[in-house]
């Protein structure tokens, strides 16, 4: 994070900066599980903007 936050490089994301980690999620012990988890989180995050 602190790489990311502190790069010379004028990048897409970096008008957003300082990024914060907010959240840590365990990735599962399959792709399929992590996937899986990702979509969950995706599927929240959009009922969130559509609430």
Avoid: C
Avoid at 11 to 39: C, I
């Amino acid at each position: 994070m602190n790489k990311h936050n502190s790069s010379p490089f004028n990048k897409f994301t970096s008008k957003y900066r300082p990024w914060v980690l907010t959240a840590v999620f365990e990735r599962g012990s399959s792709q399929a599980e992590a996937e899986a988890v990702e979509k969950s989180i995706k599927r929240q995050k959009k009922q969130r903007l559509t609430d």
